[in-house]
């Protein structure tokens, strides 16, 4: 069957586009375990703040969306909704009760997980800071909060101690809670003007703000910053799925383009000023971007039209936000398909956007089948997806295929004119309730080593310009609507479920600040490729044994 079609038209494009590249129909049943990646390849791991630093209510950090979302008391915290606990938890949870309010406790055990990672061997290290935590209610003429800046300020200075080279990111998910309050007309990033259009402002004057006070505290320990994490995740499961999950909300037609307008814009504005500020300064410089998320979506069959979906699912999930920072506009089958309901750049936005970022950021984690159907309910990718064939990880959504993460940094070198990537999340969960069973992860093993053995073949013989790959996750944490029933991490998180008077419910199983880390068998084989820089043999590490 052809891999390209001049006789079919797809949905959204003049012809459909060509089979993606490499494999074609068919594809590894297994890997080739060896070879080096280029020196300097930076190895990591991640972290966010709502999803480790617990200490939600100390030293003057402001209420959240995700404390609202998860019902923590947030009663007489800055920017709190809630003036009665037990608070309300969004009826959309799934685990009630759990929260962040003490999560891994590394607000209070910074210290020691610094010194974990050091005798790790750990090099590269992603976290986010809290906007709440620096800016109460995101808001900085309602005031700074110095002990906010104080915390950030220790741990970067921990890691440089370590010799560990942060990567942060400014946005991951935890939006002050004062400046989301539809009742009074504040609406987030789902802002729109008297015409119903996207707003920018105020939204993208409070973040710059609040990026700005960032470049300026800890650009001298900071050398490359994230603005957004996900913004797909954030703009679209934010609308009826997880945090916020308000019922004004609610349109999947509207409101998640409105707020990634939103997102974009002021993306850009941040960019634009770190460049134009701080990007040159030899004590503060160094580099921005934007980290983007896609699972890859390989065409079920070779026809055409399963092609077209395959094109349409990625251009619709990841070119979404990667098409205007990089070429200046949404994708144009994006605009075909939607209409009106996509809302358009002005030509100086479109300026402004455009080469806004230095790096791509990429994470990935997943893979699955696709093919074309043209049910309306499938607008506006009108594709249905499987996962025949795949291994299943603990979480529902996550299916591993080494060769669709090589697929996937091939769509993005080949669309973008090979940009230097970074793969900032890419990880693999597995369930465990007891030490014993947790350091077990044989499947995590496997799953990063036919990850990183194809990266390295999208390197050597694709020419893909991959400069670093973190690993989701350091610790087992808050792992969102799913609280601490899914496991992430290369180190196994104990933590000592207890009391917390301040979660909504089920106090007495909660995560209290009796906690203890212990490294799975993951974390060992991660060691040796850091030491070797190279694919690591995963049979040595694979045990079924603690």
Known sequence: VSTQSTWVTCRGFDKCPPFPEPYVGHYPTSYTYEGSFPKGFAWGLGTAAYQIEGAYNEDGRGATIWDTFTGANTVGMPGSNCTKAPCPVNPSVTTPGYTGN????????????????????????RFSIAWARIVPTGNVRDGVNQAGIDFYTRLLDALHAAGIQPMVTLYHWDLPQALFRPEQGVDGWYARDADGKPAAEPMRSHFLAFADICFKSFGHRVKRWITFNEAWTFCVEGCGQQAPNHPNFQNQKVFPYVAAHNVLRAHAAVVEHYRKHYKHDPVLGGEIGMTNNCDWRE?????????????????????????????????ESMKRIMGSYLPT????????????????????????????????????????????????????????????????????????????????????????????????????????????????????????????????????????????????????NDYGFGYDPNAPTNQYAQPTTNQKRYPKHSIRWMQAVWANNSVVDPKPYVRRDP
Not at 300 to 312: C, E, F, I, Q, Y
Request: a negative charge; one cysteine or more; proline letters at 5%.
């Open 345 to 492: 750049f002005t030509d100086a936005e479109k300026k402004q956007l455009k080469g806004s970022a230095d790096y791509f950021g990429l994470n990935h984690y997943g893979t699955g089948w696709i093919r074309n159907t043209d049910d309306p309910s499938a607008y506006p990718v009108y594709g249905v997806s499987d996962e025949a064939g795949f291994p299943k990880a603990q979480s529902s959504w996550l299916y591993g295929s080494g060769w669709g993460f090589r697929k996937i940094l091939n769509w993005v070198s080949k669309r973008y004119g090979n940009p230097p990537i970074y793969v900032t999340e890419s990880g693999w969960s597995l369930a465990a309730d007891t030490p014993a069973q947790g350091v077990v992860d044989p499947e995590r093993i496997m799953y990063y080593a036919n990850y990183t053995a194809e990266m390295r073949k999208a390197i050597t013989e694709d020419g893909v310009d991959v400069r670093g790959y973190y690993a989701w996750a350091f610790l087992d944490n808050f792992e969102w609507q799913r609280g601490f029933t899914e496991r992430f991490g290369v180190i196994y």
């Open 102 to 125: 003490v999560a891994c406790d590394h607000y209070h055990r910074y210290v020691d997980d610094v010194k974990l990672m050091k005798s790790l061997g750990l090099k590269h290290y």
């Open 299 to 331: 065409p079920k069959t070779t026809n055409p039209l399963d092609v077209g979906a395959s094109a349409r699912s990625v251009e619709g999930a990841l070119g979404w936000f990667t098409d205007p920072i990089m070429l200046g506009d949404y994708p």
